[in-house]
């Protein structure tokens, strides 16, 4: 069966693309209850730990798995919480 294409190329790039967060909006989607800090921190590698807790930040804020590379800009955003 072929895929159905619901999104042409410029919004499907949209859609994967990490929404633009003002410092009110990343305090709230950025702020993590201490069991998830705790489960980030059981994480070895210190990339993973930051990309855990960007994957959950994000996925907060909008409800969708970023499936696409997420740009330099987003790791500075949660570099603090990390």
């Not at 003002?22 to 993973?48: E, I, M, V, W």
């Amino acid at each position: 069966m072929p895929r159905m294409n619901v999104l042409n190329t410029v919004e499907r790039e949209a859609f994967d693309l990490p929404p633009v967060l003002n410092s009110l909006q990343r305090k709230q989607y950025f702020d993590f209850p201490s069991k998830l800090r705790r489960f980030a921190a059981g994480l070895r590698n210190p990339a993973h730990r930051l990309g855990f807790l960007l994957g959950a930040g994000y996925f907060k804020a909008v409800k969708v798995l970023l499936a696409k590379r997420l740009p330099p800009a987003a790791y500075r955003v949660c570099g603090a919480a990390a």
